[in-house]
C-alpha cells in the first residue's frame, strides 16, 4: 500500500476519513490503467476523489492472481482454515464498522445510522454465517454395488467473478465474497463505479485477517470496459451478478461467446403489496411504507406496486401517508436520517420524470413528486394513487422513493394484477385470514414473500428471483451450491469379495 494510494475526505459532520483509490490485486493496492473515475457524494454533489480503473490488462493480471492462487494455495486450505480466516474478517469489520459506514454513506447517501445498523450488521452477520459453512460442506457415499465405493465430493468451481451494483456497496459484496470463500472459490470482484470505496476499504481488511494472496481481488471501472472484460473472462468460472435486467442479459451474452461460464443473476424487480380487507391496515401501512421506502426506494425488492381491496383503500392510504410523513430526509450524517439522496443525477432526473409519466398517464399524485431541498440529489417520498397496470409507473422499474397504488375487487383478481409483470423478484400479503396468505403465497410469482411484514432480511434465508428478475439463490445454505459443482467418484474394489 503507497501512500498516494489513499486519499483524505472531509465529510459533512466535519469529520474525516481516509479512503483508497487504487486497485487490490494479489494483496497489494496497484494503480490501474484505466480512466480516473470520479466518485461523488449525492448529497452536496461534489467530487469525494478519483479512484483507478481496470483496463483489459489489469483485468487479466486479477485474474491470473486469482487463479495462480487456487491452484497453489487456496484448495489445498483446509475448510476449517477457511472458516477461521472469514471470522477474523468479520471481527475485523466489528472493529472498523464507523469506517466502513462512512464510506457508504459518503459515496451513496444512505443514512450513516442504516449503513451501520443495517449494512455493516448485517454484513459482518453473512460473514459470521458462511465461516460456519466452510467445514460443513458434504458429499454422499452413495451405494450402488457391494463391489464397489461411490461418493459424491461438493468442489469449489475455481475464480469467481462478480459484478455488484451502487444500492448497498458493503451488503452486495458480503453476499458474494462469504459463500465464495467459504465454499473455497478464489474471486475477482468489481465494484460499481458509482460506490467504489467501502469495496476497497474491505481489500485492506482482506489482508490484515491473513487471507493468502490471490484470493480476493478487487478492480473497478464501468461496466461496459471494466465489467465486460471480466464477465468474458475464460478464466473466469462463474460470474455472480447482481444488478439491472439488462446488463444481466449483457452478462448472459458475455458467457454463451466466451466460456459459457456458470451463471447467478439478481436483477430488477416491481414487487407488488397486496393489502387486503381483514388486514391490520396499521400495521400494513407501517410495512408496506418501509417495504418501498427503505434505502430511498433503491432497492431490488421494492414493493413498489400496492395493490389495496377497494373498500379499505381510503382508510389504508390515509395511513400510509401518515406513516410517510414521519421519514426524516436529510444529511446523511445527521443520527436521525432515514432518507437520503438518491444516488446520482441520472437517476434524480430518472425518478421527477416519472412524476411527469404518471400525471399525464392519468394518475393521481396524492403525495410527494418534488425535489427535496435545493442541494443533493433528494427526492420527496412520492406517491401515486389510480394506477393500472397500463401504466408505466405500474410496470417498470423506478429505483426511487416512488410508489403507485392499484385496488382491486377479489384476491384472484388481486394475484393476477400482482402476476402481471416480468419481474418476479419478491412479493408481499397484509391479511389476518390464514388461507388468504397460503393463496397468495403459493400462487405469487416471486422468489420471497412475505406475510403481514416486508424487507425482512436474514443471512440463513435464501434470497433470489423468478422471471426477469434473474436465477440463482444468495445467501442461506442453498448459496452453497451455487458456488461449487458436484463430482462423483466411483471406486471398482480389485480383490475378489
Ligand atoms: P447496473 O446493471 O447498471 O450495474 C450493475 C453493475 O454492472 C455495475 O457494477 C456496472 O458497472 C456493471 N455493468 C454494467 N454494464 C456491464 C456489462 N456490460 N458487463 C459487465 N458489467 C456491467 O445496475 P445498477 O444501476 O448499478 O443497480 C441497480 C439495479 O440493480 C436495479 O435494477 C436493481 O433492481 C438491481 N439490484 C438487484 C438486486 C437483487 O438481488 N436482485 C439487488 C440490488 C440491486
Request: proline share 3%; net charge negative.
Amino acid at each position: 500500500m503507497t501512500q498516494a494510494d489513499i486519499q483524505t475526505i472531509r465529510l459533512t459532520n466535519g469529520k474525516t476519513a481516509n479512503v483508497h483509490t487504487q486497485l487490490f490485486i494479489n494483496n497489494e493496492f496497484v494503480p490501474g490503467n484505466g480512466p480516473l473515475i470520479e466518485t461523488i457524494n449525492p448529497a452536496n454533489e461534489e467530487v469525494i476523489c478519483k479512484v483507478h480503473s481496470a483496463d483489459e490488462q489489469d483485468v487479466n493480471l486479477a485474474v491470473e492472481s486469482a487463479y495462480k492462487c487456487y491452484y497453489e494455495t487456496w484448495r489445498k486450505v483446509a475448510p476449517a482454515e477457511r472458516g477461521r480466516l472469514l471470522n477474523r474478517l468479520a471481527d475485523l469489520m466489528e472493529r472498523d464498522k464507523d469506517e466502513i459506514a462512512i464510506l457508504d454513506a459518503v459515496d451513496n447517501g444512505k443514512a450513516f445510522a442504516v449503513a451501520r445498523d443495517v449494512d455493516v450488521t448485517e454484513s459482518i452477520g453473512c460473514y459470521r454465517y458462511f465461516a460456519g459453512w466452510a467445514d460443513k460442506i458434504h458429499g454422499k457415499t452413495i451405494d450402488t454395488t457391494f463391489d464397489k465405493l461411490c461418493y459424491t465430493r461438493h468442489e469449489a468451481l475455481g475464480v469467481v467473478g462478480a459484478v455488484i451494483p451502487w444500492n448497498y456497496p458493503t451488503m452486495m459484496a458480503a453476499w458474494k465474497f462469504a459463500p465464495a470463500l467459504a465454499t473455497g472459490n478464489t474471486i475477482v470482484m468489481k465494484s460499481s463505479e458509482v460506490t467504489p470505496l467501502s469495496t476497497l476499504k474491505f481489500g485492506e481488511l482482506v489482508k490484515e485477517a491473513g487471507f493468502p494472496a490471490g484470493v480476493v481481488n478487487i478492480i473497478t471501472g464501468y461496466g461496459h470496459t471494466t465489467g465486460s472484460y471480466l464477465s468474458s473472462h475464460p478464466k473466469i468460472s462463474k460470474m455472480a451478478f447482481t444488478g439491472s435486467t439488462f446488463t444481466g442479459r449483457k452478462i448472459m451474452e458475455s458467457s454463451a461467446s466466451s466460456n459459457l461460464k456458470k451463471l447467478q443473476l439478481e436483477l430488477g424487480g416491481k414487487s407488488a403489496q397486496i393489502v387486503c380487507a381483514d388486514a391490520d391496515l396499521a400495521n400494513a401501512a407501517f410495512w408496506a411504507c418501509g417495504g418501498i421506502f427503505n434505502n430511498h426506494g433503491q432497492s431490488c425488492n421494492a414493493g413498489s406496486r400496492i395493490f389495496v381491496h377497494e373498500s379499505v383503500h381510503d382508510k389504508f392510504l390515509e395511513l400510509f401517508i401518515a406513516e410517510t410523513k414521519k421519514i426524516v430526509i436529510g444529511d446523511p450524517f445527521n443520527e436521525d436520517t432515514f432518507q437520503g439522496p438518491q444516488i446520482n443525477k441520472s437517476q434524480f432526473d430518472k425518478i421527477l420524470n416519472y412524476v411527469k409519466i404518471g400525471k399525464e398517464e392519468g394518475a393521481v399524485l396524492a403525495y410527494g413528486g418534488k425535489r427535496w431541498g435545493n442541494k443533493g440529489y433528494y427526492v420527496e417520498p412520492t406517491i401515486f394513487t389510480h394506477c393500472n397496470n397500463s401504466h408505466r409507473i405500474m410496470r417498470e422499474e423506478i429505483f426511487g422513493p416512488f410508489v403507485s397504488i392499484g385496488t382491486f375487487k377479489t384476491i384472484e383478481e388481486a394475484i393476477d394484477l400482482a402476476n402481471d409483470s416480468d419481474y418476479g423478484l419478491a412479493g408481499g400479503v397484509y391479511t389476518s385470514d390464514l388461507d388468504t396468505s397460503i393463496k397468495v403465497t403459493n400462487e405469487m410469482q416471486a422468489g420471497t414473500v412475505w406475510v403481514n411484514c416486508y424487507d425482512i432480511f436474514d443471512q440463513s434465508t435464501p434470497f433470489g428471483g423468478y422471471k426477469q428478475s434473474g436465477f440463482g439463490k444468495e445467501l442461506g445454505k442453498y448459496a452453497l451450491h451455487e458456488y461449487t459443482q458436484v463430482k462423483v467418484v466411483k471406486i471398482q474394489r480389485l480383490s475378489k469379495i
